[in-house]
């Protein structure tokens, strides 16, 4: 029978243990140790039955326990004292408030930090991978370093889905309904205590509503907000349904919410709280970019300013940074062009932003572009003053898949820059080895070594001794096989074994064996099977008679992609069979809690992608700071890191070629001596240096590597670090360059916003016309100079609009310029007869080879973050792009 409606009862706590609440509503509990020992202490069975879920465990521990831990002192003293650590956790002046004071100009007053999911604990599962995972660990780095981010998202009720593996092997989803009442949110009330409430119109005269939950990430507020109101239609209370599910209108809807509901969330949340309004808006790829029309159209309806839409289009641009998380234009965004036009017109219109303007904004205007097609991270790239990639291999990448908004400008000086990402270290680091570290340099060090990324702190561990490092790592190895042995005995009792049938399952894996661990998503880039290219080969290292090696898989496929489910299938299939099933071991619904066991316990993270498809990678970042060894693709982070001593690099096959066509015959090849490579590289150099043990049966060249990975990637991998940088590199100018603009009632915006469009209107007028040098033989000296004297044309614009650059460097068999130097030449004199202005300056020739030069003229305005910010440069007749036409 089923119940006709479901409600949540929940516990009366005695007066006593009332901060069990409160310690309880506030995340923090899943990444300090102390919290969850205090919560399993509660109820150590009940604890487990719900996951390690503080919220579900109140609800359910037995009033009996409760009315007994009311009247326990020595646990009423562990409550107090934790209760009372939170606190001044949640006040004490942390790193950015220290350096607030120490910092001549402000720094942001709040940030508002936009993701379509976040991973913060298993017990909120409002995530489906990286991305979420990555947002979910900068709000807990921001928290721990105090910095004042306001994170945003939407709370879907049937959260991404949970995994289970048919008989055959083929991946099943279910969607598990999410009661609110049983989480750790709480509900937006205005002051009359009636929900909180977002409104956005729709076409056809409809409103979509949402409710704004509120969860506490430690010192941080995440806004998520919730269709599933009485106050929609079933249509719009499907919208938050579940995460990445529906199609293109239902997506469009989620991202029109994310984005201008989110806004409006923020500002409800700040009127009723008193928080800071945020001076900087933190966009994550293009699901949130409707926010910034949104704070176009605030602007643009607000009295004291008067801005028109360029104006508070500058004025918006100035504080908003966009942050790309994919390396290719297939993991981007794009609607239908009408689609948009129908939810930004008409009777849905935003006042005083033209539904022109947004579609400008998305447009798809470069070369091979598609006018039908709205382009998200096109909009987010032109609501954004300053833009990222994730690693620096990454930025690369995105400045050349986004070149065609910067016409005339190569790829790298494309206004993208790069922020490596971090992993959050009390998440992801295991009790144990916080434990040993603490023990060789403390534990206040050691939790400011995790908080803030110095590499200051991290220095000592290279102290502690080879016995200690060996037997954490048998100790991590050993939980990790019980873990796995769990898991897999319920997968295969729901995949309809009988348990007479499962005797098996005691004996797989060796917590003395070398352990290989792969999980991650399953898109086909990923290569979740290129193990098993040569199956005998595999077989051979699985069953090696003195060198085995064992490897546990865990990833999930997007429901729609049959493909990815194939790739599962075929894992599985390898994984069952029973010769060596004892050595390899597929497990099903990868989460947050399973990683929390995989990373610590393997000996080896593999990584195989694509090269260069992986935009950072940070599950070996995780795996690495347990002293787990990276073999990987030099893709992301590791292409970055990678030093030789704390991992492997797996040789790929365009090294010496160039990239393969991934639709042609070559991608089998290139996969075959990939595949290759990695059985090559297990087999005679991990395998190899893992089982060399001295007298004492130590293996003293690994354990040498596992020091070297944590003293030297320890502080780099962390989200502290990443965050520290965004603050000094991003998030502080951007929240200087909006105060210039927006204060003083715009005028700033105004003033910027005019002359850019006179700029625009003249440029087709500037020229640069003659360019002459005192180069008496085409071979020059090293240190020797070329006096250049250029004539340019600037119509109606004045000398103060522009620069006149000398562009100068090698030069290849094209007169491509690379590793270019830039010379700003000067103006001597006023205009000459025919409106021409002479630049001068001295080119120093300081490199040997082929050296050439080219001049170019590009708007100069001090409020511009970049020189191609306008997209706009002139160039000689001769010269194209950063061709060298002039000299060589």
């Given at each position: 029978m089923k119940a006709i409606r479901r409600f949540t009862v929940r516990t009366v706590l005695p007066e006593q243990l009332q901060p069990l609440h409160e310690l309880a509503l506030n995340l923090r509990w899943s990444w300090h140790p102390e919290t969850r020992d205090l919560f399993r202490s509660v109820d150590p069975e009940v604890w487990a039955a719900t996951g390690e879920d503080p919220v579900r465990l109140l609800g359910e521990v037995p009033?009996?326990?409760?009315?007994?831990?009311?009247?326990?002192?020595?646990?009423?003293?562990?409550?107090?004292?934790?209760?009372?650590?939170?606190?001044?956790?949640?006040?004490?002046?942390?790193?950015?408030?220290?350096?607030?004071?120490?910092?001549?100009?402000?720094?942001?007053?709040?940030?508002?930090?936009?993701?379509?999911?976040?991973?913060?604990?298993?017990?909120?599962?409002?995530?489906?991978?990286?991305?979420?995972?990555?947002?979910?660990?900068?709000?807990?780095?921001?928290?721990?370093?105090?910095?004042?981010?306001?994170?945003?998202g939407l709370f879907y009720r049937h959260g991404y889905f949970r995994q289970s593996l048919s008989r055959d092997g083929w991946q099943q989803e279910r969607y598990p309904l999410l009661d609110p009442d049983e989480l750790a949110v709480s509900l937006l009330r205005e002051a009359d205590g009636t929900p909180g409430r977002v409104d956005l119109a729709l076409p056809g005269g409809r409103t979509l509503a949402a409710h704004i939950w509120k969860a506490q990430v430690g010192r941080v507020p995440l806004l998520l907000l919730d269709s599933d109101i009485e106050a929609n239609s079933p249509a719009e209370r499907d919208v938050t349904d579940?995460?990445?599910?529906?199609?293109?209108?239902?997506?469009?809807?989620?991202?029109?919410?994310l984005g201008i509901g989110g806004v409006r969330a923020v500002r409800a949340y700040c009127r009723l709280t008193g928080h800071p309004a945020p001076d900087v808006f933190h966009t994550n790829e293009g699901h949130a970019?409707?926010?910034?029309?949104?704070?176009?159209?605030?602007?643009?309806?607000?009295?004291?300013?008067?801005?028109?839409?360029?104006?508070?289009?500058?004025?918006?641009?100035?504080?908003?940074?966009?942050?790309?998380?994919?390396?290719?234009?297939?993991?981007?965004?794009?609607?239908?062009r009408e689609l948009v036009a129908r939810h930004f017109g008409g009777d849905a219109a935003l006042p005083g932003v033209p539904v022109e303007q947004v579609l400008a904004l998305g447009a798809e205007s470069w070369q091979d572009g598609d006018p039908k097609l709205f382009n998200m991270a096109a909009m987010g790239l032109r609501l954004a003053q300053r833009a990222n990639g994730v690693s620096t291999l990454h930025g690369e990448v995105s400045r050349s898949m986004f070149n065609g908004l910067w016409p005339g400008f190569d790829p790298a000086e494309v206004p993208i820059t790069s922020v490596t990402n971090g992993v959050h270290a009390a998440t992801w680091i295991d009790p144990a080895v916080v434990r040993l570290g603490a023990a060789e340099i403390g534990a206040e060090r050691a939790e400011e070594a995790m908080t803030t990324g110095e590499s200051k702190r991290w220095t000592g561990l290279e102290r502690i001794g080879n016995t200690e490092v060996w037997q954490l790592r048998r100790a991590l190895r050993a939980q990790l096989v019980e873990e796995a042995r769990r898991r897999l005995h319920a997968s295969w009792r729901r995949r309809g074994a009988g348990e007479a049938e499962l005797g098996w399952v005691s004996s797989v894996l060796d917590p003395d064996v070398l352990t290989i661990g792969f999980a991650r998503r399953v898109p086909?880039?990923?290569?979740?099977?290129?193990?098993?290219?040569?199956?005998?080969?595999?077989?051979?290292?699985?069953?090696?008679?003195?060198?085995?090696?064992?490897?546990?898989?865990?990833?999930?496929?997007?429901?729609?992609?049959?493909?990815?489910?194939?790739?599962?299938?075929?894992?599985?299939?390898?994984?069952?069979?029973?010769?060596?099933?004892?050595?390899?071991?597929?497990?099903?619904?990868?989460?947050?809690?399973?990683?929390?066991?995989?990373?610590?316990?393997?000996?080896?993270?593999?990584?195989?992608?694509?090269?260069?498809?992986?935009?950072?990678?940070?599950?070996?970042?995780?795996?690495?700071?347990?002293?787990?060894?990276?073999?990987?693709?030099?893709?992301?982070?590791?292409?970055?890191?990678?030093?030789?001593?704390?991992?492997?690099?797996?040789?790929?096959?365009?090294?010496?070629?160039?990239?393969?066509?991934?639709?042609?015959?070559?991608?089998?090849?290139?996969?075959?001596?990939?595949?290759?490579?990695?059985?090559?590289?297990?087999?005679?150099?991990?395998?190899?240096?893992?089982?060399?043990?001295?007298?004492?049966?130590?293996?003293?060249?690994?354990?040498?590597?596992?020091?070297h990975t944590l003293v030297t990637l320890g502080p780099k991998v962390l989200a502290g670090r990443m965050v520290r940088e965004y603050v000094e590199r991003l998030y502080a100018p951007a929240a200087q360059a909006q105060r210039e603009l927006a204060g003083q009632h715009g005028h700033g915006a105004r003033e910027l916003a005019l002359?850019?469009?006179?700029?625009?209107?003249?440029?087709?007028?500037?020229?640069?016309?003659?360019?002459?040098?005192?180069?008496?033989?085409?071979?020059?000296?090293?240190?020797?100079?070329?006096?250049?004297?250029?004539?340019?044309?600037?119509?109606?614009?004045?000398?103060?609009?522009?620069?006149?650059?000398?562009?100068?460097?090698?030069?290849?068999?094209r007169d491509r310029i690379s590793d270019a130097c830039l010379l700003a030449l000067k103006p001597v004199g006023g205009p000459d007869l025919d409106g021409r202005i002479r630049y001068e300056g001295s080119l120093e020739l300081c490199r040997t080879g082929p050296f050439g030069y080219t001049v170019r003229v590009l708007p100069a305005h001090p409020r511009l973050a970049s020189p191609a910010e306008l997209g706009l440069v002139a160039l000689p007749a001769e010269s194209a792009g950063m061709d060298a036409g002039l000299l060589r």
């Open positions: 009033a009996a326990r409760l009315a007994a831990l009311a009247a326990d002192r020595r646990f009423l003293r562990r409550l107090g004292d934790l209760a009372d650590d939170l606190r001044e956790y949640l006040t004490g002046p942390r790193w950015y408030q220290t350096r607030q004071q120490s910092d001549a100009a402000p720094l942001p007053a709040a940030i508002a930090y936009f993701s379509p999911e976040y991973g913060i604990a298993a017990a909120l599962p409002q995530y489906s991978g990286g991305l979420g995972i990555l947002a979910g660990d900068h709000l807990k780095a921001a928290s721990d370093l105090g910095v004042p981010v306001v994170g945003v579940r995460l990445y599910g529906g199609g293109s209108e239902h997506r469009l809807l989620q991202e029109m919410l970019g409707f926010l910034g029309v949104e704070r176009i159209r605030e602007l643009v309806a607000d009295d004291r300013t008067g801005l028109d839409f360029a104006a508070a289009l500058e004025a918006v641009r100035a504080g908003t940074l966009f942050t790309t998380h994919t390396p290719v234009p297939a993991g981007i965004d794009r609607f239908d086909s880039y990923k290569r979740l099977t290129l193990m098993l290219r040569d199956q005998e080969r595999l077989r051979a290292l699985l069953l090696h008679p003195t060198r085995p090696v064992q490897i546990v898989v865990a990833g999930k496929a997007h429901p729609a992609d049959d493909g990815g489910k194939r790739l599962i299938q075929q894992m599985v299939a390898f994984a069952d069979d029973p010769a060596v099933r004892h050595r390899i071991v597929f497990l099903p619904d990868y989460d947050m809690a399973m990683a929390q066991r995989l990373y610590p316990g393997c000996d080896v993270w593999l990584n195989n992608p694509l090269r260069p498809l992986e935009a950072c990678g940070t599950s070996g970042m995780k795996a690495a700071l347990n002293g787990c060894l990276n073999l990987s693709v030099l893709d992301g982070w590791w292409d970055e890191w990678f030093d030789g001593r704390n991992g492997w690099a797996i040789p790929t096959a365009d090294e010496s070629g160039g990239a393969l066509d991934p639709d042609s015959g070559e991608a089998e090849r290139r996969d075959d001596i990939e595949a290759a490579a990695l059985y090559d590289l297990i087999e005679n150099q991990v395998a190899a240096r893992f089982y060399d043990r001295d007298a004492d049966g130590l293996p003293q060249q690994w354990i040498a590597m596992v020091r002359w850019k469009a006179t700029v625009r209107e003249a440029w087709p007028a500037v020229r640069v016309e003659h360019v002459e040098a005192d180069c008496p033989t085409e071979a020059q000296e090293l240190g020797s100079s070329l006096e250049l004297r250029v004539q340019v044309a600037l119509g109606t614009l004045r000398p103060g609009d522009v620069e006149v650059q000398a562009v100068s460097g090698r030069v290849d068999e």
